[in-house]
């Protein structure tokens, strides 16, 4: 897959995640091995009224390259407007249109996954952002259609490569399907086979055995991880590993999560200092230790970090105490 400067056989991307991916989960990605990251989602309206949390959301050091800044929005010319701004004051590698967003906050205001439903708009809208955003490449991120019974992934697909789109996401689930059920790989399939653009598979992949299956089934181009780097962002290094070697690594044990988040941590304090940091990081902390024996008595605890000694002091008491 070449696009921009995303050169590596069956890259693995980080997913755009709202809320989840700041600069410090963006860096601590990349450095375990996530050839591409994501700001977050951000309001194309808000771009064009200059709101200043969207701006700030869109922010990223040259220490994160190559990276994606992620559009949502319903108005072709809106989206325009957005995609030349960011181009022209921001200059990532590439910018991502959402069309697959399930969030009611979003599909309310006929954003996101919405926009399937209407093959018009969809063609408007892409085309508005490539216009808008040239000279850099523009993707798009999809869902197979607004519910099952309205699959409409390759109509979707062969507009984007129409529209000028360089490549196409596919989260192989419906917007009803949300994130429940198990993804339909086969769809990855069919678009890969339709379409001459590159072509990322998204959806239930959770081990490194998990990302050499859907390469060996779909014949996808790359692989985007969402939820999974949450709970564990080491997940890019352990993929690349398995890809190149065929051998899997050992999961984590609880110590290289704790090191891991304790990494991520100080990542947070430098970013936003270490009290404000230390509050934002307490939700990383209760992914971090999912799966923890006696992690039901540990994640209140953290959930009162106010430091970084706090979380090392209760990860060290952690490893001492007897459960």
């Known amino acids: ?12 991307l980080l997913a755009p ?59 072709p010319e809106v989206m325009c407007r957005a995609a030349r701004f960011v181009a022209e004051n921001l200059n990532p590698d590439l910018i991502d249109i959402n069309l697959g967003c399930p969030v009611k906050k979003v599909v309310r205001k006929s954003g996101g996954a919405a926009i399937l439903k209407d093959l018009a708009l969809t063609a408007d809208l892409l085309g508005a952002a490539v216009d808008g955003a040239s000279p850099l490449p523009v993707t798009a991120k999809i869902r197979t259609g607004w519910d099952d019974n309205s699959p409409v992934y390759i ?20 917007r009803a399907g949300g994130y429940g059920g198990e993804a339909d790989w086969s769809a990855i399939k069919d678009l890969k086979e339709a379409l001459g653009i590159p072509v990322i598979g998204n959806g ?60 991520h941590a100080a990542l947070m304090a430098e970013q936003y200092g270490e009290e404000r940091g230390t509050v934002r990081m307490r939700k990383y902390l209760g992914w971090y230790i999912r799966g923890f024996p006696g992690a039901g008595k540990l994640r209140p605890r953290l959930l009162q970090v106010d430091t970084i000694d706090d979380i090392r002091c209760i990860f060290d008491d952690y490893c001492l105490t007897d459960r």
């Open 155 to 174: 109509e979707v697909g062969q507009i984007a490569e129409k529209s000028g789109v360089k490549a196409l996401t596919l989260h192989a689930r419906s």
């Open 204 to 263: 239930d992949v959770f081990s490194a055995s998990d990302a050499g299956r859907m390469f060996a089934r779909t014949g996808c181009d790359a692989i985007m991880i969402g939820r999974a780097a949450i709970r564990n962002p080491l997940i890019f290094g352990h993929i690349n590993h398995f890809l190149q070697t065929g051998a899997l690594l050992p999961e984590p044990t609880a110590r290289d999560k704790m090191d891991m988040a304790l990494r």
């Open 17 to 75: 995640l709202a809320g989840v991916s700041d600069r410090p989960f963006r860096l601590l990605a990349g450095r375990a091995g996530a050839a591409l990251t994501y700001t977050e989602m951000v309001s194309s309206e808000g771009i064009i009224r200059r709101q200043r949390r969207t701006l700030d959301l869109m922010r990223f050091g040259s220490d994160e390259r190559p990276i994606g800044i992620q559009l949502f929005g319903a108005n």
């Open 1 to 12: 897959m070449r696009l921009g400067n995303l050169n590596r056989s069956r890259p693995v």
